[in-house]
């Protein structure tokens, strides 16, 4: 009785763990991108009733769920949207691949709607999952009684002696075989009926010999992939295996992304660069992407959006971030920005010198990890990176760059203001029957701002402006230097203005006129002034009242509905970066109008607002 009870409870144990486990642990150890989507948070903030009614999220699950099917409820397919939804990728010199895995709340449910939908696809029932295979054989739909995973899988662009490429060489040859049994034989007029058919089915046969076969291999290789996901067994990794995954993990946070570069194929690039949507754009990103690991976490709290990221590097480039990122912002920086309200104010401070002596190997760095990653190991093309960066070293002088440029520099947008600006056009003269030159004037919106940049050789710069005065790109008068506005090549007026280890930059005469005779008046508050000086890079930007000074004479009528909208309904961005901890870390935060519920619904209404608004004209 105690071992048949023991039995029982252990039954409805698994049970219960199989219908409520989480879907992480199906995830493969080896991916390189997984993208979480806290489904139950987002269900609760926004509502669930109101995703199912989104016609924008519904055509986003279009590709992964629905494979446009037009009758898009998903309450009536058995998908479970309360609860973690995730994406992954996955590139190895044999395949890649994409997958978007979620939840099934009632399993027959989804399959009577998977049965529905896909009546002319071929379903494979395999022992604990069905998979469906689509027409275009990259395609693949497979689930279980828990989850669903849809994967686009590629082979396309490796090297000859890949598997799947043979799958495609195989294929080829036993088609050729086909032609030429097509192409074969006497000339028509000569040959027998009899000759002329056994010659066209012996070519057709061949040709359906070539498509099972091929079809064979490529599932083969599809099945390598689904099976260790479907098909859970001890001492299997998954993705909660990796050590790094595992620490950066936040359940809290409302979407997540984790993306490992160190174990990524050189055919990553060939095959994100020929996928489309989602997938495409993650692709693009990593392609000039030069970390090893890039994680991060989007916050919807009831006031407040907030993401934290950070980046990992290789040891060399870590090392050279130690040494480029110790700087912080100097206090007499500080008196520059305006005590008067602006609409932005954004700094960066690092060590220069030490920025131009990494340059030349992080650089070279950039370059070889860029080409291991798009190509076969090439020693020759490894010397010659070398080289480069030996060449950089002798002639770049870290010194004096650094003496030039420190690396502290302040920009603050003060105000966008209407100026009026010559330019040419051109009209046509119907009694000459050609076009002439018409001088014309128009108004566009200049920044009024001030740039502090530090610089401690004045020297230097003084002749530099110097000889953009003797070309008559600049104007000197009362020790500072200026642009008339007349060049229509820059039809601006900036001002400039060089003290003994400051370059000043701005778009008001006054304003250097006063940083040229000491009379400025400045000084930012306290806790501004902290966060700048605390962090490496620091950006505040008052979004909404920049919309305000946006000219809409030119905009037309559903661009004008969108920017009043936005008008309304945007607050302000605060964004801070520092080095620290061996790693970039990054922290963004947007603070949202009065009248939302929470951060959450708020994004979501301004989203379909402004489509609505979009479509309605």
Do not use: C
């Given at each position: 009785?105690?071992?048949?009870?023991?039995?029982?409870?252990?039954?409805?144990?698994?049970?219960?763990?199989?219908?409520?486990?989480?879907?992480?642990?199906?995830?493969?150890?080896?991916?390189?991108?997984?993208?979480?989507?806290?489904?139950?948070?987002?269900?609760?903030?926004?509502?669930?009733?109101?995703?199912?009614?989104?016609?924008?999220?519904?055509?986003?699950?279009?590709?992964?769920?629905?494979?446009?099917?037009?009758?898009?409820?998903?309450?009536?397919?058995?998908?479970?949207?309360?609860?973690?939804?995730?994406?992954?990728?996955?590139?190895?010199?044999?395949?890649?691949?994409?997958?978007?895995?979620?939840?099934?709340?009632?399993?027959?449910?989804?399959?009577?709607?998977?049965?529905?939908?896909?009546?002319?696809?071929?379903?494979?029932?395999?022992?604990?999952?069905?998979?469906?295979?689509?027409?275009?054989?990259?395609?693949?739909?497979?689930?279980?009684?828990?989850?669903?995973?849809?994967?686009?899988?590629?082979?396309?662009?490796?090297?000859?002696?890949?598997?799947?490429?043979?799958?495609?060489?195989?294929?080829?040859?036993?088609?050729?075989?086909?032609?030429?049994?097509?192409?074969?034989?006497?000339?028509?007029?000569?040959?027998?009926?009899?000759?002329?058919?056994?010659?066209?089915?012996?070519?057709?046969?061949?040709?359906?010999?070539?498509?099972?076969?091929?079809?064979?291999?490529?599932?083969?290789?599809?099945?390598?992939?689904?099976?260790?996901?479907?098909?859970?067994?001890?001492?299997?990794?998954?993705?909660?295996?990796?050590?790094?995954?595992?620490?950066?993990?936040?359940?809290?946070?409302?979407?997540?992304?984790?993306?490992?570069?160190?174990?990524l194929s050189r055919r990553y690039n060939s095959y994100y660069g020929g996928y489309y949507g989602f997938s495409g754009s993650i692709g693009s990103l990593l392609s000039t992407y030069i970390g090893e690991e890039l994680r991060g976490h989007l916050f919807l709290y009831e006031k407040e959006i907030k993401l934290t990221a950070n980046i990992g590097y290789t040891a060399e480039i870590q090392k050279w971030m130690n040494q480029i990122y110790t700087s912080r912002m100097p206090k007499k920086f500080l008196k520059y920005i305006p005590n008067q309200n602006v609409l932005g104010v954004t700094s960066i401070s690092m060590n220069s010198t030490k920025f131009w002596e990494a340059f030349p190997k992080v650089y070279t760095e950039i370059l070889n990890q860029s080409w291991s990653r798009r190509r076969q190991p090439d020693e020759k093309q490894t010397e010659a990176f070398a080289v480069l960066a030996d060449f950089m070293s002798i002639v770049i002088d870290e010194n004096d760059l650094g003496d030039l440029v420190t690396g502290n520099s302040i920009f603050i947008l003060k105000n966008l203001l209407p100026v009026k600006v010559n330019y040419t056009s051109y009209e046509y003269d119907a009694e000459n029957s050609d076009y002439i030159e018409v001088e014309k004037t128009k108004t566009e919106m200049m920044p009024d701002f001030l740039m502090v940049m530090g610089s401690e050789n004045k020297p230097f710069m003084t002749k530099l402006l110097n000889l953009a005065m003797k070309n008559n790109v600049l104007l000197s008068r009362k020790g500072y230097f200026y642009t008339d506005g007349n060049n229509r090549d820059f039809p601006y007026k900036i001002y400039f203005y060089v003290n003994e280890d400051m370059v000043f930059v701005s778009s008001n005469e006054n304003e250097i006129l006063s940083l040229a005779d000491g009379t400025f008046n400045g000084g930012v508050d306290k806790k501004l002034g902290n966060k700048i000086i605390r962090n490496n890079g620091y950006a505040i930007l008052d979004i909404k009242e920049l919309l305000n000074r946006i000219d809409q004479t030119y905009l037309n009528v559903t661009d004008v509905k969108l920017l009043n909208y936005a008008k309304a309904n945007t607050g302000s961005v605060e964004y801070f970066n520092r080095f620290e901890n061996e790693e970039t870390n990054y922290y963004m935060s947007y603070s949202i109008p009065e009248n939302f519920e929470n951060s959450a619904k708020y994004l979501w209404d301004f989203i379909h607002k402004m489509d609505e608004i979009d479509q309605s004209n």
């Open positions: 009785m105690k071992k048949l009870s023991f039995l029982f409870f252990t039954f409805i144990s698994l049970h219960l763990f199989a219908i409520n486990s989480p879907l992480e642990p199906v995830i493969p150890s080896d991916v390189n991108v997984v993208l979480r989507l806290n489904g139950k948070k987002l269900a609760e903030k926004i509502g669930i009733n109101n995703i199912y009614n989104s016609g924008i999220f519904m055509n986003y699950l279009e590709y992964a769920i629905f494979s446009d099917n037009t009758n898009k409820k998903i309450e009536d397919i058995g998908v479970n949207l309360e609860k973690d939804l995730y994406f992954f990728s996955k590139s190895t010199d044999k395949i890649s691949y994409s997958a978007y895995l979620y939840p099934i709340a009632k399993a027959k449910l989804f399959e009577k709607y998977i049965a529905e939908k896909n009546g002319m696809v071929e379903t494979v029932k395999m022992q604990t999952y069905t998979v469906i295979f689509y027409e275009n054989e990259r395609e693949v739909l497979a689930w279980n009684n828990r989850f669903a995973v849809f994967m686009h899988f590629d082979y396309s662009n490796y090297s000859d002696d890949d598997e799947a490429t043979e799958v495609e060489m195989y294929e080829d040859v036993l088609m050729e075989a086909a032609d030429a049994v097509g192409e074969a034989g006497v000339e028509e007029s000569t040959e027998s009926e009899a000759a002329y058919d056994a010659r066209i089915e012996k070519e057709l046969e061949l040709r359906e010999q070539a498509r099972r076969e091929s079809l064979e291999r490529k599932r083969n290789l599809y099945y390598a992939e689904l099976n260790p996901i479907f098909n859970l067994v001890a001492g299997q990794k998954s993705i909660l295996d990796n050590a790094s995954y595992v620490k950066h993990k936040n359940n809290m946070a409302d979407f997540s992304f984790w993306i490992n570069m160190s174990n």
